[in-house]
């Protein structure tokens, strides 16, 4: 037994968070609760996503967490919370930042220095970080937010993206024992989410570190130890992402989108702890279905795309040639060509549009 022999007050140090019904509610608010009787321990070096449907009451309790509420955003607060042995409702809250540093979901409000490199040290300089160890923290936090070169930008010049990691870097620059990142990935393509995904698995081999990811139903959070749905202002499930992720039925009834993957096997009648999560094993279920690609009805959606395009009028935007370069150098369009037509939609195939089903399959 791993733990014999350790008191139980060294075994509750462990968890760095501690909630106890915790209800909020703003003073704008009328009859319901944001948060309604909240109970949640989170443990030393755990990566615990958070997901609920918009209004669950995500962000609320986040600004719990460090104290915004109720030290800033008044209301009726019950409850309590632990957080590294501190009552953040009853401390400063940059008392809590070396604690916890909370990553905004208006993460352009966290923004105000004058320059990228400012705005990483302005924590550290706070806590009186000697200017030697300030280098290596700068030099250490524009890798992991893969900012560098761009030091001397000023935010606003910044991608959205771009705009999004620092605000991660100038919460990690303070080293604290919590990060809570709330919708961390919003302003992100495909490829700077999974970059997002890619600096919470590097922090979280640091076990010290302790990670809170609020995030709409992602692929990513099945690299999570734990995930947590919250509805109402409660908690509806807590558990391991292969497990919650699979309840396909449960997600949807909450307004939310289950995995594509879950959804699609599920929908075929897939027993529920059989469902893949992610597409590698997706495909590998496909195949072992005996599932293929029904050609009748893929070459259908191709010749329905042909026909809509013949429908496009005339362009409204054209252009061609277009190249662009900010006066720092940074050379951001090269060489564009592009149209679009009036009436022209994006479109992408849906995996059950294309697959034939297991019965059709069997029934050949
Ligand atoms: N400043 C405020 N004043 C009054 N009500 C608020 C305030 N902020 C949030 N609320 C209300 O509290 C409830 C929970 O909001 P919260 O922002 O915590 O939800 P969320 O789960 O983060 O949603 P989303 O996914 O849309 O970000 C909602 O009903 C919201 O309207
Ligand atoms: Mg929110």
Redesign the pocket.
């Given at each position: 037994m791993q733990n014999e022999g350790k008191s139980l007050d060294n075994l509750e140090v462990q968890k760095v968070i501690r909630i106890r019904d915790l209800s909020f509610q703003?003073?704008?608010?009328k009859g319901?609760k944001?948060l309604d009787g909240l109970t949640l321990d989170i443990e030393k070096g755990q990566f615990v996503v958070i997901m609920?449907?918009?209004?669950?009451?995500?962000?609320?309790?986040a600004n719990c967490l460090n104290g915004l509420i109720p030290n800033f955003?008044k209301g009726k607060y019950e409850g309590e919370i632990i957080v590294m042995g501190k009552n953040p409702a009853q401390e400063k809250v940059g008392t809590m930042a070396k604690d916890i540093g909370l990553v905004f979901?208006d993460f352009e409000s966290q923004l105000f220095a004058t320059n990228t490199r400012l705005e990483i040290v302005f924590g550290p300089e706070n806590f009186n970080v000697p200017r030697a160890e300030m280098q290596k923290i700068m030099d250490r936090i524009l890798k992991v937010v893969k900012l560098e070169g761009m030091e001397d930008r000023q935010p606003s010049t910044l991608s959205g993206g771009q705009k999004q990691r620092l605000a991660i870097g100038s919460v990690l620059a303070i080293q604290p024992k919590i990060v809570c990142m709330?919708?961390p990935t919003t302003d992100l393509d495909p490829m700077g989410k999974l970059g997002v995904f890619q600096i919470a698995k590097e922090l979280h081999q640091d076990r010290d570190l302790t990670l809170i990811i609020?995030e709409?139903e992602t692929e990513e959070a099945l690299e999570a130890d734990r995930i947590v749905v919250?509805d109402d202002?409660k908690i509806v499930r807590d558990g391991k992402p292969q497990d919650v992720l699979r309840e396909v039925e449960y997600f949807g009834s909450l307004g939310l989108m289950a995995l594509q993957v879950p959804r699609y096997f599920h929908s075929l009648g897939i027993a529920q702890a059989e469902l893949p999560l992610n597409p590698e094993a997706g495909l590998a279920k496909f195949r072992e279905l005996g599932l293929g690609i029904a050609e009748d009805k893929y070459a259908g959606l191709v010749r329905k795309d042909e026909e809509r395009e013949q429908t496009y009028s005339d362009p409204i935007i054209a252009v061609k040639g277009l190249e662009h370069t900010y006066p720092n150098g940074n050379n951001v369009v090269t060489h564009c060509i592009w149209r679009l037509a009036n009436n022209c939609q994006s479109r992408r195939f849906q995996l059950d549009e294309v697959a034939t089903s297991w019965c059709a399959t069997h029934d050949d």
């Open positions: 703003y003073k704008a608010q319901e944001a609920g449907s918009s209004r669950a009451g995500k962000s609320t309790l955003m979901q709330d919708e609020i709409h919250m202002g």
